[in-house]
């Protein structure tokens, strides 16, 4: 059963414009989600999160929305970048519990 | 400084064998993690422990047992090896409780021929 998921495995976008990927969940009770960004033979790195209590958090070119009522969140990353080539995971946890996590998008930007 | 280190990067062992994978922290979190990656990609805990106590198990098989000597330390053994445990394992940990952060070692692809 697999409450987070990223249903779309692979993305490509241009430098420059607007990356968005895409992460639905099933669990109601989750109240804090993370994106993590992950290069081949590294682990997973924290990018940016949100707590169930908000909407909308921004970090430079990156902002993760979420939409409570359709569980869903985004993370929107403008402009895009090269260097932004890499998997991106969403998470979700609910009271501080172990971190559940979505399957991942592979994003590529090209030039 | 690496802030999460596991060692070995990578381990290709025969079936059966018993084998552990360390982990170190120092970034004095309380937390930390074992994770697994399948072929699938699915990423999962498998362990957490708190300042040396187990908080989560996550119905892993008991060929699995993680030793946590002190709280920046959290090391992987695995007995009578199995096909099916090859897979990428990641070690992390966190300041506070599985909701928070965690901080991701660089993994090691364990291969069981």
């Known amino acids: 059963d697999q409450q987070v998921k990223q249903n779309s495995p692979s993305l490509s976008v241009q430098e420059g414009r607007i990356s968005i990927l895409n992460c639905d969940y099933t669990?109601?009770?989750?109240?804090?989600f993370l994106w993590y960004k992950k290069y081949p033979a590294e682990g997973p790195t924290f990018l940016i999160s949100?707590?169930?209590?908000?909407d909308k958090n921004e970090d430079g070119r990156f902002t993760v929305f979420l939409n409570k009522s359709a569980k869903h969140l985004s993370l929107h990353i403008v402009p895009s970048q090269p260097g932004d080539s890499a998997v991106y995971f969403c998470?979700?946890?609910?009271?501080?519990?172990?971190?559940?996590f979505g399957t991942g998008t592979r994003l590529q930007v090209f030039p | 400084d690496t802030a999460v280190s596991q060692t070995p990067k990578y381990l290709v062992t025969q079936m059966g064998n018993d084998k552990s994978i360390k982990c170190e922290q120092n970034?004095?979190?309380?937390?930390m993690y074992w994770y697994k990656q399948d072929s699938k990609k699915f990423l999962k805990i498998m362990f957490s422990?708190?300042?040396?106590?187990?908080?989560i198990n996550e119905t892993v098989p008991n060929r699995f047992s993680p030793k946590s000597p002190d709280k920046a330390h959290l090391n992987l053994h695995i007995n009578s090896l199995e096909l099916g445990d090859s897979a990428v394992y990641f070690c992390?940990?966190?300041?506070?409780?599985?909701?928070?952060?965690?901080?991701f070692g660089q993994g090691t692809r364990l291969t069981v021929v």
């Open positions: 992390a940990s966190s300041q506070v409780g599985g909701g928070a952060e965690a901080f």
């Open positions: 422990y708190n300042n040396k106590e187990l908080i």
């Open positions: 949100i707590s169930s209590i908000k």
């Open positions: 669990n109601s009770m989750f109240d804090y």
């Open positions: 998470a979700a946890s609910k009271n501080t519990d172990k971190l559940i």
């Open positions: 970034l004095g979190h309380d937390t």
